[in-house]
Protein backbone atom coordinates (compact mmCIF):
# COMPACT_ATOMS: atom_id res chain seq x y z
CA UNK A 1 0.00 0.00 0.00
CA UNK A 2 3.05 2.53 0.85
CA UNK A 3 4.57 1.77 -1.80
CA UNK A 4 1.89 2.74 -4.23
CA UNK A 5 1.28 6.04 -2.83
CA UNK A 6 4.81 6.54 -3.12
CA UNK A 7 4.52 6.15 -7.09
CA UNK A 8 1.41 8.18 -6.78
CA UNK A 9 3.34 11.11 -5.66
CA UNK A 10 6.47 10.46 -7.86
CA UNK A 11 3.96 10.36 -10.37
CA UNK A 12 2.17 13.45 -9.35
CA UNK A 13 5.25 15.75 -9.06
CA UNK A 14 6.86 14.56 -12.71
CA UNK A 15 3.50 15.57 -14.16
CA UNK A 16 3.25 19.25 -12.85
CA UNK A 17 6.35 19.40 -13.41
CA UNK A 18 6.04 19.29 -17.68
CA UNK A 19 2.74 21.27 -16.91
CA UNK A 20 4.69 24.19 -15.74
CA UNK A 21 7.49 23.55 -18.61
CA UNK A 22 4.74 23.31 -21.44
CA UNK A 23 3.10 26.53 -19.52
CA UNK A 24 6.74 28.79 -19.50
CA UNK A 25 6.53 28.08 -22.73
CA UNK A 26 3.08 29.02 -23.94
CA UNK A 27 3.56 32.12 -22.17
CA UNK A 28 6.56 33.37 -24.12
CA UNK A 29 4.92 32.47 -27.65
CA UNK A 30 2.03 34.23 -26.47
CA UNK A 31 4.16 37.37 -25.35
CA UNK A 32 5.95 37.78 -28.18
CA UNK A 33 2.81 37.52 -30.28
CA UNK A 34 0.49 39.46 -28.04
CA UNK A 35 3.12 42.43 -29.00
CA UNK A 36 3.18 41.25 -32.74
CA UNK A 37 -0.77 41.83 -32.75
CA UNK A 38 -0.55 45.26 -31.09
CA UNK A 39 1.51 46.55 -34.07
CA UNK A 40 -0.61 44.14 -36.71
CA UNK A 41 -3.42 46.18 -35.26
CA UNK A 42 -2.79 49.12 -35.20
CA UNK A 43 -1.36 49.20 -38.70
CA UNK A 44 -4.41 47.54 -40.48
CA UNK A 45 -6.17 50.18 -38.47
CA UNK A 46 -8.73 46.72 -37.43
CA UNK A 47 -10.31 46.44 -34.02
CA UNK A 48 -11.25 42.81 -34.53
CA UNK A 49 -7.34 42.39 -34.10
CA UNK A 50 -7.10 44.70 -31.47
CA UNK A 51 -10.00 42.50 -29.35
CA UNK A 52 -7.64 39.50 -30.17
CA UNK A 53 -4.95 41.56 -28.53
CA UNK A 54 -6.38 42.22 -25.55
CA UNK A 55 -7.29 38.85 -25.33
CA UNK A 56 -3.45 37.90 -25.63
CA UNK A 57 -2.79 40.04 -23.50
CA UNK A 58 -4.85 38.30 -20.82
CA UNK A 59 -3.79 35.08 -21.63
CA UNK A 60 -0.47 36.39 -21.25
CA UNK A 61 -0.65 37.30 -18.17
CA UNK A 62 -2.80 34.77 -17.17
CA UNK A 63 0.03 31.72 -18.22
CA UNK A 64 2.71 34.12 -16.16
CA UNK A 65 0.43 33.44 -13.04
CA UNK A 66 -0.20 30.03 -13.96
CA UNK A 67 3.43 29.43 -14.06
CA UNK A 68 4.17 31.14 -10.90
CA UNK A 69 1.31 29.37 -9.27
CA UNK A 70 1.99 25.85 -10.54
CA UNK A 71 5.63 26.36 -9.70
CA UNK A 72 4.73 27.38 -6.12
CA UNK A 73 2.60 24.92 -5.88
CA UNK A 74 5.47 22.17 -6.34
CA UNK A 75 6.91 23.26 -3.05
CA UNK A 76 5.09 21.20 -0.79
CA UNK A 77 3.03 21.21 1.98
CA UNK A 78 4.12 23.71 5.52
CA UNK A 79 3.11 23.85 8.59
CA UNK A 80 0.75 26.95 7.36
CA UNK A 81 -0.21 25.73 3.91
CA UNK A 82 -1.28 21.78 5.33
CA UNK A 83 -2.54 21.29 1.58
CA UNK A 84 0.67 22.21 -0.09
CA UNK A 85 0.26 25.52 -2.33
CA UNK A 86 -2.11 23.79 -4.80
CA UNK A 87 -4.86 26.23 -3.78
CA UNK A 88 -2.73 28.99 -5.36
CA UNK A 89 -2.64 27.93 -8.80
CA UNK A 90 -6.49 28.24 -8.34
CA UNK A 91 -6.08 32.01 -7.72
CA UNK A 92 -4.49 32.39 -10.95
CA UNK A 93 -7.68 31.09 -12.79
CA UNK A 94 -9.62 33.80 -10.73
CA UNK A 95 -7.07 36.64 -11.71
CA UNK A 96 -6.97 35.79 -15.62
CA UNK A 97 -10.61 35.54 -15.45
CA UNK A 98 -11.44 38.54 -14.14
CA UNK A 99 -8.46 40.68 -16.51
CA UNK A 100 -10.40 39.13 -19.17
CA UNK A 101 -13.37 40.07 -18.41
CA UNK A 102 -12.58 43.87 -17.72
CA UNK A 103 -10.00 44.03 -20.89
CA UNK A 104 -12.68 42.57 -23.13
CA UNK A 105 -15.26 45.03 -21.88
CA UNK A 106 -13.06 48.02 -22.88
CA UNK A 107 -12.38 46.49 -26.55
CA UNK A 108 -16.47 45.88 -26.87
CA UNK A 109 -16.86 49.88 -26.12
CA UNK A 110 -14.60 50.69 -28.99
CA UNK A 111 -16.31 48.29 -31.01
CA UNK A 112 -19.71 49.54 -30.35
CA UNK A 113 -17.79 53.09 -31.83
CA UNK A 114 -16.74 51.85 -34.46
CA UNK A 115 -20.17 50.46 -35.22
CA UNK A 116 -21.67 53.21 -35.49
CA UNK A 117 -18.52 55.33 -37.31
CA UNK A 118 -17.12 52.77 -39.60
CA UNK A 119 -13.37 53.02 -40.80
CA UNK A 120 -11.40 51.66 -43.38
CA UNK A 121 -9.05 48.41 -42.94
CA UNK A 122 -6.39 46.61 -44.79
CA UNK A 123 -7.88 43.45 -45.31
CA UNK A 124 -4.65 41.79 -47.02
CA UNK A 125 -2.62 42.55 -43.89
CA UNK A 126 -5.41 42.02 -41.70
CA UNK A 127 -4.92 37.97 -43.84
CA UNK A 128 -1.46 37.76 -43.39
CA UNK A 129 -1.88 38.46 -39.53
CA UNK A 130 -4.62 35.58 -39.63
CA UNK A 131 -2.84 32.89 -41.16
CA UNK A 132 0.43 34.01 -38.55
CA UNK A 133 -2.25 33.95 -35.44
CA UNK A 134 -3.42 30.21 -36.75
CA UNK A 135 -0.24 28.68 -37.06
CA UNK A 136 0.93 30.33 -33.97
CA UNK A 137 -1.81 29.37 -31.43
CA UNK A 138 -2.88 26.02 -33.16
CA UNK A 139 1.23 25.23 -32.04
CA UNK A 140 0.34 25.86 -28.77
CA UNK A 141 -2.98 24.34 -28.85
CA UNK A 142 -0.84 20.82 -29.46
CA UNK A 143 1.77 21.72 -26.91
CA UNK A 144 -0.40 22.05 -23.80
CA UNK A 145 -3.46 19.45 -25.32
CA UNK A 146 -2.11 16.49 -22.68
CA UNK A 147 -2.32 19.06 -19.45
CA UNK A 148 -5.23 17.85 -17.30
CA UNK A 149 -4.70 20.34 -14.66
CA UNK A 150 -7.42 23.10 -14.34
CA UNK A 151 -5.49 25.77 -14.67
CA UNK A 152 -3.87 24.08 -18.39
CA UNK A 153 -7.78 23.58 -19.22
CA UNK A 154 -8.77 26.85 -18.97
CA UNK A 155 -5.43 27.89 -20.96
CA UNK A 156 -5.81 25.08 -23.87
CA UNK A 157 -9.14 26.64 -23.86
CA UNK A 158 -7.98 30.48 -24.25
CA UNK A 159 -5.77 29.30 -26.79
CA UNK A 160 -8.38 27.08 -28.85
CA UNK A 161 -10.53 30.23 -28.68
CA UNK A 162 -7.61 32.20 -30.48
CA UNK A 163 -7.68 29.93 -33.27
CA UNK A 164 -11.33 29.83 -33.82
CA UNK A 165 -11.04 34.07 -33.11
CA UNK A 166 -8.09 33.98 -35.69
CA UNK A 167 -10.33 31.96 -38.36
CA UNK A 168 -13.01 34.27 -38.06
CA UNK A 169 -10.54 37.24 -38.86
CA UNK A 170 -9.38 35.27 -41.62
CA UNK A 171 -12.72 34.74 -43.13
CA UNK A 172 -13.90 38.68 -42.67
CA UNK A 173 -10.66 39.83 -44.03
CA UNK A 174 -11.38 37.77 -47.18
CA UNK A 175 -14.65 39.01 -47.65
CA UNK A 176 -13.46 42.79 -46.82
CA UNK A 177 -11.38 42.16 -49.80
CA UNK A 178 -13.73 41.23 -52.06
CA UNK A 179 -16.35 43.45 -51.11
CA UNK A 180 -15.98 47.13 -49.33
CA UNK A 181 -17.67 46.36 -45.78
CA UNK A 182 -15.57 47.75 -42.93
CA UNK A 183 -18.24 47.21 -40.72
CA UNK A 184 -17.90 43.27 -40.58
CA UNK A 185 -14.48 44.43 -38.68
CA UNK A 186 -16.38 45.92 -35.71
CA UNK A 187 -19.03 43.41 -35.53
CA UNK A 188 -16.32 40.61 -35.68
CA UNK A 189 -14.84 41.95 -32.54
CA UNK A 190 -17.92 42.13 -30.66
CA UNK A 191 -18.56 38.05 -31.54
CA UNK A 192 -15.27 37.47 -30.60
CA UNK A 193 -15.20 39.30 -27.21
CA UNK A 194 -18.69 38.24 -26.40
CA UNK A 195 -17.60 34.26 -27.06
CA UNK A 196 -14.69 34.50 -24.85
CA UNK A 197 -16.48 36.52 -21.94
CA UNK A 198 -19.03 33.46 -21.90
CA UNK A 199 -16.30 30.72 -21.79
CA UNK A 200 -14.40 32.75 -19.36
CA UNK A 201 -17.72 33.12 -16.86
CA UNK A 202 -17.72 29.73 -16.99
CA UNK A 203 -14.54 28.77 -16.03
CA UNK A 204 -14.94 30.99 -13.09
CA UNK A 205 -17.93 29.89 -11.95
CA UNK A 206 -15.88 26.23 -11.91
CA UNK A 207 -12.93 27.88 -9.68
CA UNK A 208 -15.92 29.67 -7.44
CA UNK A 209 -17.12 26.37 -6.58
CA UNK A 210 -13.76 25.22 -4.79
CA UNK A 211 -13.09 28.57 -3.49
CA UNK A 212 -16.75 27.57 -1.54
CA UNK A 213 -15.82 23.81 -0.73
CA UNK A 214 -19.18 22.76 -2.92
CA UNK A 215 -18.84 18.74 -3.04
CA UNK A 216 -16.82 18.44 -6.33
CA UNK A 217 -18.60 17.78 -9.70
CA UNK A 218 -17.90 14.18 -9.99
CA UNK A 219 -18.61 12.63 -6.25
CA UNK A 220 -22.35 11.72 -5.19
CA UNK A 221 -22.70 12.37 -1.38
CA UNK A 222 -26.11 10.25 -0.82
CA UNK A 223 -24.73 7.20 -3.01
CA UNK A 224 -21.44 7.40 -1.03
CA UNK A 225 -23.81 7.42 2.44
CA UNK A 226 -25.68 4.64 0.81
CA UNK A 227 -22.87 2.62 0.33
CA UNK A 228 -21.29 2.80 3.50
CA UNK A 229 -24.35 2.20 5.16
CA UNK A 230 -24.16 -0.90 3.58
CA UNK A 231 -21.16 -2.57 5.85
CA UNK A 232 -23.16 -5.17 8.09
CA UNK A 233 -21.61 -3.20 11.42
CA UNK A 234 -22.19 0.38 10.67
CA UNK A 235 -25.67 1.86 12.13
CA UNK A 236 -25.26 5.40 10.78
CA UNK A 237 -22.89 8.06 9.57
CA UNK A 238 -23.33 12.02 9.74
CA UNK A 239 -21.04 15.10 9.70
CA UNK A 240 -20.07 14.00 6.23
CA UNK A 241 -17.65 16.99 4.34
CA UNK A 242 -16.51 16.86 0.59
CA UNK A 243 -14.90 19.67 -0.86
CA UNK A 244 -12.09 19.97 -3.48
CA UNK A 245 -8.09 21.45 -2.90
CA UNK A 246 -8.39 22.54 -6.25
CA UNK A 247 -10.79 21.14 -8.26
CA UNK A 248 -8.08 17.92 -9.30
CA UNK A 249 -7.63 16.61 -5.35
CA UNK A 250 -10.51 16.30 -2.89
CA UNK A 251 -11.24 15.86 0.82
CA UNK A 252 -13.23 13.57 2.96
CA UNK A 253 -14.63 13.72 6.23
CA UNK A 254 -17.43 11.88 8.09
CA UNK A 255 -18.61 9.94 11.19
CA UNK A 256 -19.53 6.42 11.51
CA UNK A 257 -21.43 5.24 14.20
CA UNK A 258 -20.78 1.32 14.70
CA UNK A 259 -22.49 -1.20 16.40
CA UNK A 260 -22.05 -1.76 20.21
CA UNK A 261 -20.43 -5.17 20.53
CA UNK A 262 -18.00 -3.94 16.90
CA UNK A 263 -14.01 -5.55 17.31
CA UNK A 264 -11.36 -3.40 16.37
CA UNK A 265 -11.34 -5.33 13.39
CA UNK A 266 -14.43 -4.52 12.00
CA UNK A 267 -13.72 -0.85 12.72
CA UNK A 268 -10.71 -1.07 10.27
CA UNK A 269 -12.69 -3.19 8.21
CA UNK A 270 -15.63 -0.26 7.96
CA UNK A 271 -12.70 2.52 7.55
CA UNK A 272 -11.23 0.93 4.51
CA UNK A 273 -14.67 0.12 3.11
CA UNK A 274 -14.97 4.27 3.18
CA UNK A 275 -11.70 3.84 1.27
CA UNK A 276 -12.21 2.05 -1.10
CA UNK A 277 -15.67 3.97 -2.12
CA UNK A 278 -13.35 7.13 -3.13
CA UNK A 279 -11.44 7.36 -6.24
CA UNK A 280 -7.35 6.84 -4.35
CA UNK A 281 -6.58 9.09 -7.54
CA UNK A 282 -8.75 12.60 -6.69
CA UNK A 283 -9.35 11.77 -2.73
CA UNK A 284 -6.14 12.52 -1.19
CA UNK A 285 -7.02 13.56 2.24
CA UNK A 286 -9.55 10.90 4.20
CA UNK A 287 -10.17 11.46 7.78
CA UNK A 288 -12.98 8.68 9.36
CA UNK A 289 -13.76 8.98 12.63
CA UNK A 290 -15.59 5.96 14.55
CA UNK A 291 -18.16 5.76 17.25
CA UNK A 292 -20.01 3.12 18.57
CA UNK A 293 -23.72 3.36 19.12
CA UNK A 294 -24.77 4.76 22.59
CA UNK A 295 -21.59 6.45 22.74
CA UNK A 296 -22.20 10.32 23.14
CA UNK A 297 -19.86 12.02 21.57
CA UNK A 298 -19.36 15.66 21.75
CA UNK A 299 -16.10 15.88 19.09
CA UNK A 300 -18.07 16.98 16.00
CA UNK A 301 -21.38 15.78 16.46
CA UNK A 302 -23.35 18.57 17.15
CA UNK A 303 -24.85 17.13 20.16
CA UNK A 304 -25.34 19.22 23.10
CA UNK A 305 -23.76 17.06 25.68
CA UNK A 306 -21.09 16.92 28.09
CA UNK A 307 -21.08 13.20 28.55
CA UNK A 308 -17.67 11.46 27.98
CA UNK A 309 -17.01 9.85 24.29
CA UNK A 310 -16.50 6.46 26.78
CA UNK A 311 -18.27 3.33 25.27
CA UNK A 312 -18.76 2.54 29.02
CA UNK A 313 -21.03 5.42 29.42
CA UNK A 314 -24.13 3.96 27.99
CA UNK A 315 -26.45 6.82 28.14
CA UNK A 316 -29.71 3.95 26.75
CA UNK A 317 -33.07 5.18 25.79
Request: hydrophobic share 25%; aromatic share 2%.
Given at each position: MS???HHDGHGHGSHSHGSSGNIKVAFFLNLAFTIIEVI???????????SDAVHDLGDSMSLALAWYF?????????PQDTYGYRRYALLGGLITGLVLVIGLCFVLWNAFQRLLHPAPVNAPGMILLAVIGIVFNGAAVLRLKSGSSLTEKVVTWHLIEDVLGWVAVLAGAVVMTIWNLPVIDPLLSIGISIFIIWNVVGNLRQVFDVIIQKVPASFNVEQFERDVLLHPKVVSMH??????VDGEIHVLTTHLVMQRDASRDEMIDAKSHVRSLLDENTFEHVTVDV??????CVI?????????C???HHHHH
Open positions: GSHGGILTNSIAILQRLSQRGRTDTHSWSELEGEMGAGRKTNAPDPH
